[in-house]
């Protein structure tokens, strides 16, 4: 009989340790995780029968908890009430109290310990969330890469009809703001390092009760729906809300609601020292907001009308009012106006602060920006100039370029010439030409 290829090539020994392990495995003389290049025990320590000498045994973790293994590109999750305070803090294996192997015992139950000194460490602070709004029974608090999420809401039912407790809706709102985080980032070419802060801080409360003893504790500001204060450097940024289900009568419409809050708190903190020479500090503060009120909430509304192509958040009503210009079509409002001229100026509305526009004008914000995302006649070439791939489609890199001009407080005529690609005499016409395009009933 002639032996395999493999054991007239090279590959002969090799293939002789291979098949001496696998003998090794089957005799149970060494474990499978020694096999995988896992811990090994040191020269002369004896081998262990209960872990298989591994220093780790097994543990059943309830099947609820395999969220704590939600992870995305740019994040995963780093702490979980609900895991810390569960049998054997949710981990799937627990270590060896009876481990032969010394050196193995003294790892498994180092990095048990970790755990739980981390659990120790990080629970009770945000327990002092459910103190602060004397809650009577206990949050779920959850942090991932860039939220931290204390959660008071007992059960959600999402559109998909499918009913989930606090503890899974916490990971879920985690897991959608993350990727509302990520696409922010890539859409507009920013990174973690320019920004003042890169952890957001959400309070979700089933009662407003609840809610206003917390808002001013973590915002210092009051309010009846939602507050929320922007990330600095010395405060974090922080929004506190509760669930009106006469607002928001669904999963929906409050992720809607929550996704134009982020949008405020994630474009506020994007402010970097270096772009700035010694002496020089730009906008003061930082948030648009103040100065350039037309691209923050037309960023707010943008982001949220992706969401099934509604806007139900008005920046308005985070100032306890309740007007309204129109129906709820904002495409329909926007293209009746611009057929009938009766819209208003560009360059009369960019100098309002956020909290100063109207109702009226919070539409027209939005549609403006809405005109600044489209996608470019050239973008291709732009693409193929910057050396984007497929992946990379639906970039707005030049809109990024305008936030950050604005965190350099460059007038708003040169920031349309500088980065966008605009003209401010002209900007009025070309928007126009583009809702009657785009707005118009046959086109939707």
């Given at each position: 009989?002639?032996?395999?290829?493999?054991?007239?090539?090279?590959?002969?020994?090799?293939?002789?340790?291979?098949?001496?392990?696998?003998?090794?495995?089957?005799?149970?003389l060494v474990s499978a995780q020694e096999a995988d290049d896992g811990p090994r025990p040191l020269p002369g320590e004896s081998r262990c029968g209960f872990c298989k000498t591994t220093g780790r045994l097994e543990f059943e973790v309830d099947s609820n908890f395999e969220v704590e293994r939600d992870h995305g590109e740019t994040w995963e999750v780093l702490h979980c009430s609900?895991?810390?305070?569960?049998?054997?803090?949710?981990?799937?294996?627990?270590?060896?109290?009876?481990?032969?192997?010394?050196?193995?015992?003294?790892?498994?139950?180092?990095?048990?310990?970790?755990?739980?000194?981390?659990?120790?460490?990080?629970?009770?602070?945000?327990?002092?969330?459910?103190?602060?709004?004397?809650?009577?029974?206990?949050?779920?608090?959850?942090?991932?890469?860039?939220?931290?999420?204390?959660?008071?809401?007992?059960?959600?039912?999402?559109?998909?009809?499918?009913?989930?407790?606090?503890?899974?809706?916490?990971?879920?709102?985690?897991?959608?703001?993350?990727?509302?985080?990520?696409?922010?980032?890539?859409?507009?070419?920013?990174?973690?390092?320019?920004?003042?802060?890169?952890?957001?801080?959400?309070?979700?409360?089933?009662?407003?009760?609840?809610?206003?003893?917390?808002?001013?504790?973590?915002?210092?500001?009051?309010?009846?729906?939602?507050?929320?204060?922007?990330?600095?450097?010395?405060?974090?940024?922080?929004?506190?809300?509760?669930?009106?289900?006469?607002?928001?009568?669904?999963?929906?419409?409050?992720?809607?609601?929550?996704?134009?809050?982020?949008?405020?708190?994630?474009?506020?903190?994007?402010?970097?020292?270096?772009?700035?020479?010694?002496?020089?500090?730009?906008?003061?503060?930082?948030?648009?907001?103040?100065?350039?009120?037309?691209?923050?909430?037309?960023?707010?509304?943008?982001?949220?009308?992706?969401?099934?192509?509604?806007?139900?958040?008005?920046?308005?009503?985070?100032?306890?009012?309740?007007?309204?210009?129109?129906?709820?079509?904002?495409?329909?409002?926007?293209?009746?106006?611009?057929?009938?001229?009766?819209?208003?100026?560009?360059?009369?509305?960019?100098?309002?602060?956020?909290?100063?526009?109207?109702?009226?004008?919070?539409?027209?914000?939005?549609?403006?920006?809405?005109?600044?995302?489209?996608?470019?006649?050239?973008?291709?070439?732009?693409?193929?100039?910057?050396?984007?791939?497929?992946?990379?489609?639906?970039?707005?890199?030049?809109?990024?370029?305008?936030?950050?001009?604005?965190?350099?407080?460059?007038?708003?005529?040169?920031?349309?010439?500088?980065?966008?690609?605009?003209?401010?005499?002209?900007?009025?016409?070309?928007?126009?030409?583009?809702?009657?395009?785009?707005?118009?009933?046959?086109?939707?």
């Amino acid at each position: 009989m002639s032996l395999p290829n493999s054991f007239v090539r090279t590959g002969f020994r090799a293939d002789l340790l291979r098949v001496a392990l696998f003998s090794l495995l089957c005799l149970g003389l060494v474990s499978a995780q020694e096999a995988d290049d896992g811990p090994r025990p040191l020269p002369g320590e004896s081998r262990c029968g209960f872990c298989k000498t591994t220093g780790r045994l097994e543990f059943e973790v309830d099947s609820n908890f395999e969220v704590e293994r939600d992870h995305g590109e740019t994040w995963e999750v780093l702490h979980c009430s609900e895991a810390y305070e569960a049998d054997n803090m949710a981990l799937p294996w627990m270590p060896c109290g009876r481990c032969k192997t010394p050196s193995l015992k003294e790892a498994a139950e180092s990095e048990w310990n970790a755990v739980k000194a981390r659990g120790d460490s990080w629970l009770p602070v945000r327990r002092r969330v459910d103190t602060v709004a004397k809650l009577k029974r206990p949050m779920v608090h959850l942090e991932t890469t860039h939220f931290v999420i204390a959660w008071d809401i007992p059960k959600i039912k999402t559109n998909k009809k499918k009913t989930l407790k606090a503890h899974h809706a916490a990971h879920l709102y985690g897991a959608r703001l993350e990727d509302l985080y990520a696409d922010f980032q890539k859409r507009f070419g920013i990174s973690d390092k320019e920004n003042m802060k890169n952890k957001h801080y959400l309070y979700v409360f089933e009662r407003q009760l609840n809610f206003q003893s917390a808002a001013p504790v973590y915002t210092g500001l009051i309010g009846t729906s939602t507050v929320k204060r922007a990330g600095g450097a010395n405060h974090e940024s922080a929004v506190v809300t509760w669930l009106d289900r006469g607002e928001f009568p669904t999963d929906d419409d409050f992720f809607r609601h929550l996704t134009h809050s982020m949008v405020h708190q994630i474009s506020a903190v994007y402010y970097d020292v270096h772009w700035f020479e010694p002496g020089e500090i730009g906008l003061t503060p930082p948030w648009l907001a103040d100065k350039y009120g037309w691209l923050d909430a037309g960023l707010a509304h943008w982001f949220e009308r992706r969401l099934e192509g509604r806007t139900d958040t008005y920046c308005i009503r985070e100032q306890n009012t309740t007007d309204r210009w129109k129906g709820a079509d904002w495409h329909n409002n926007i293209y009746k106006s611009v057929v009938a001229e009766e819209s208003p100026l560009f360059a009369d509305t960019i100098y309002k602060p956020t909290q100063a526009l109207t109702a009226r004008e919070h539409q027209f914000v939005w549609s403006w920006v809405d005109y600044l995302m489209r996608p470019k006649d050239d973008q291709s070439e732009v693409d193929e100039e910057q050396g984007q791939t497929e992946d990379d489609k639906g970039l707005n890199l030049d809109v990024g370029l305008a936030m950050r001009l604005c965190k350099e407080e460059v007038a708003t005529r040169n920031i349309l010439s500088q980065a966008l690609d605009e003209n401010m005499l002209m900007f009025d016409a070309r928007w126009a030409e583009w809702v009657k395009e785009e707005y118009a009933p046959s086109k939707r």
